[in-house]
């Protein structure tokens, strides 16, 4: 019986990291927003985060992930993961429980020279059957 389930599971889980939510670029150093995730289109309102970080001449990066209500302007910072501070070359992922929320995104910041860095991120979360 459990070996259905995880069968059904894994059948509606997205490719981990198939959503792009922003093009490997050179960083600013002013706060710039991913691509907006509407949460309902994910299962269970959980959005993975996968981040490719080239530091360049960067002091760090910071990737801050947000939820909106859908009702205003207004976008909350997450306190569980929080702000990730990333101060070398490398992959990280994360996942961030956006229940009752209705979009999601990340703001990404370079401290420092901005010279030969760079960010990508992809978003994956299990579907709710729908097409992305």
Same mark, same amino acid.
């Given at each position: 019986?459990?070996?259905?389930?995880?069968t059904?599971?894994?059948?509606?889980?997205?490719?981990?990291?198939?959503?792009?939510?922003? !093009?490997?670029?050179?960083?600013?150093?002013?706060?710039?927003?991913?691509?907006v995730? /509407?949460?309902s289109?994910?299962?269970?309102?959980?959005i993975?985060?996968?981040?490719?970080?080239?530091?360049?001449?960067?002091?760090?990066?910071?990737i801050? +992930?947000?939820? /909106?209500d859908?009702?205003?302007?207004?976008?909350n910072?997450?306190?569980? +993961?929080?702000?990730?501070?990333?101060?070398?070359?490398?992959?990280? !992922?994360?996942?961030?429980?956006?229940?009752?929320?209705?979009?999601?995104?990340?703001?990404?910041?370079?401290?420092?020279?901005?010279?030969?860095?760079?960010?990508?991120?992809?978003?994956?979360?299990?579907?709710?059957?729908?097409? /992305?």
């Open positions: 019986m459990s070996g259905s389930i995880v059904k599971v894994l059948s509606n889980q997205s490719r981990p990291g198939a959503h792009v939510g922003r !093009a490997a670029a050179v960083l600013t150093t002013s706060p710039i927003a991913t691509r995730v /509407n949460v289109d994910t299962l269970d309102g959980v993975s985060v996968f981040a490719d970080f080239t530091v360049g001449a960067l002091d760090s990066v910071e801050k +992930p947000q939820i /909106n859908g009702n205003s302007s207004t976008w910072d997450c306190t569980d +993961p929080g702000t990730l501070t990333l101060t070398a070359s490398g992959h990280v !992922a994360f996942s961030v429980n956006c229940k009752g929320s209705k979009m999601f995104r990340c703001l990404v910041t370079g401290s420092g020279t901005v010279t030969s860095s760079s960010l990508a991120i992809r978003f994956g979360w299990l579907e709710t059957g729908r097409a /992305n």
